[in-house]
């Protein structure tokens, strides 16, 4: 599993010894409300399965799940993932940042990274991603990364019983390039 690095984050590989801090922070109420499969509350033992099936399904480049860590302290601060990868062709994108880390730009410093990786070593052509309409903040980091708003699927989803809105956000290898160049240039 690759590791990649910015200037404040250190994006790597899973271990075992992450599992409680994963249960932790993926485990608080803020965190399992925003996103579509995170539990409340987080079972025990889960974090451990999670863990384990991250490198089976990198070996088939199904899915690259990595550890979101401060570059400073090599502390946990969320995950970032690719999923659903189809090669040379697209993924999903998803992300949770720990609510104590919330507001200090890692999801973005993160998803530029995973970005980056995915156009140029995984050679896709599109990058997708969704986020429950009453997520706003999600949607920023997606805009602050290069995405587009493609639509919105009404009561797409179901979140603690109640039917939600669920935007879906897209860009594409092209457009990434355009605008990292426009950064470099």
């Known amino acids: 599993m690759p590791t ?27 965190i399992a409300d925003t996103t579509a499969t ?11 399965s999670w863990i384990a099936s991250s490198d089976s399904l990198w070996l ?24 659903d990868i189809l090669p040379e062709h697209r993924a999903e994108l998803s ?16 998803g530029h990274a995973i970005l980056a990786f995915g156009f140029t070593e995984l050679k896709l052509k599109r990058i997708h991603a ?12 997606m805009e602050k990364i290069g995405m587009k708003q493609e639509g919105i699927l009404r009561q797409h989803a179901i979140k603690w019983g109640k039917l939600e809105d669920v935007i879906c956000s897209g860009v594409l290898r092209k457009e990434w390039a355009d605008k990292a160049n426009n950064r470099d240039g």
């Open 60 to 83: 088939v480049k199904q899915t690259l799940a990595l550890a979101i860590r401060s570059k400073e302290n090599r502390a946990l601060l969320g995950a970032i993932s690719l999923f």
């Open 4 to 30: 990649l690095e910015t200037p404040r984050l250190i994006l790597s590989p899973f271990s075992f010894d992450d599992a409680p801090a994963v249960q932790r922070l993926a485990g608080d109420f803020a």
């Open 95 to 110: 992300y949770w940042i720990g609510k104590p880390f919330w507001g200090k730009g890692y999801a973005s410093e993160a």
């Open 38 to 48: 995170i539990p409340h509350p987080y079972p025990d033992g889960a974090a451990e």
């Open 130 to 141: 969704e986020y429950l309409a009453r997520n706003p903040a999600s949607g920023r980091v």
